[in-house]
């Protein structure tokens, strides 16, 4: 598997891309401004769409990248509605989104425990609430690679205070479903650098010493 990340738009907020050698590829996240990611794909059949969250800097460029590569588009169902509707997922209410971002609706679900079987990559669906009700980790076990959206950063959690947020039930979902992931396993966050679940528990002064 060969992975591509690039921070997108005024937030950085990390978008990625999973890629097998048969020119097969996996999007995750298509953030706000999203012409790197366009670039990248070019020669790939993308065959999926897999999204963390909603929030604007997460699905800002959504609709290009649909409608570039015919990709369905997959989010858990607690956050479907926030696609079609700015106020929830945050662009109608942030100043540097000049235009709220609608998009269309989903085209397939994810859910706890779903294993995902993409471009010849399986990843396991970890619902992670807690920045966002519908929050979603990625969990590739072969490759021993977790795409973590906005729950979990080097050093950091994601944030609490947006609507649907919470901090009791972050902290519980990393706990429960995220640090008791094999020590060594890579973390990719939907902002910043990319971390191990060992350098969380032992230096993340939200959810360390565990």
Sequence with gaps: ????????????????????????????????????????????NI??????HAHFDHIGGLEEVRQATGA?????????EWLTDPYKNGSARWPMVTEPIRCRPRDERLTDGQMLSLAGITLKVLHTPGHSP??????????????????LFAGSIGRTDLPGGDYETL?????????VLPGDTR???????????????R??????GQ
Excluded: C, R
């Design 47 to 52: 065959v999926a769409i897999l999204l963390t």
């Design 134 to 151: 519908g929050s979603v980790s990625f969990y590739i076990e072969e490759e021993q690679t977790l795409i973590a959206g906005d729950t």
């Design 203 to 208: 230096y993340n002064p939200f959810v360390g």
């Design 187 to 201: 973390v990719y966050p939907g902002h910043g650098p990319d971390t191990t679940i060992d350098d969380e528990k």
């Design 171 to 179: 902290i519980g979902a990393i706990k429960d479903k995220l640090l």
């Design 1 to 44: 598997m060969k992975l591509w990340m690039q921070p997108l738009g005024p937030l950085q907020t990390n978008g990625y891309v999973l890629s097998n050698d048969q020119g097969e590829g996996i999007v995750i996240d298509p953030g706000m401004q999203p012409q790197a990611m366009l670039d990248y794909i070019g020669k790939l």
């Design 72 to 80: 369905p588009v997959y989010i858990h169902d607690l956050e479907e």
